[in-house]
């Protein structure tokens, strides 16, 4: 058995205002924000082992999904019960639905600074 030599505890995104990202993905997740406004470092608390960050980047440049001049280096996944209920949300909160829509059982959006995330439907084992 081997041991592990880390664990996962939080994916850092880059992006021009750490609060503001954090607040879009604070309403994806329901976790609350831990920081202030005017940071430079702005983390969700997710009471879970694994949580995202958030860190300002001067001369930030937005993935460019699905080309690839500016390719998206990482993305989130979200399971969520109703597809059509969580696009909504997520419009709602400063998403936009990104111009490649390739699967039925998941969609592909943009957050407010432009990095690309997905909402997954659930299967009848994972709904909650």
């Not at 030599?5 to 609060?19: E, F, L, N, S």
């Not at 976790?31 to 694994?50: A, F, I, K, R, Y």
């Amino acid at each position: 058995m081997s041991t592990a030599i880390g664990r996962w505890p939080i994916m850092v995104i880059d992006c021009p205002d750490p609060h503001a990202l954090a607040l879009f993905y604070s309403g994806v997740t329901g976790w609350p924000l831990v920081g202030e406004p005017d940071s430079e470092w702005v983390q969700l608390d997710s009471n879970h082992t694994s949580t995202i960050g958030f860190q300002r980047v001067s001369g930030y440049r937005a993935p460019q999904w699905p080309g690839q001049d500016v390719p998206q280096q990482a993305h989130l996944d979200f399971t969520v019960n109703d597809l059509n209920e969580a696009e909504a949300q997520v419009l709602a909160l400063g998403a936009r639905k990104a111009p490649v829509q390739p699967g039925e059982s998941w969609r592909v959006f943009l957050d407010p600074v432009g990095h690309p995330f997905c909402l997954v439907q659930a299967t009848a084992e994972q709904m909650v």
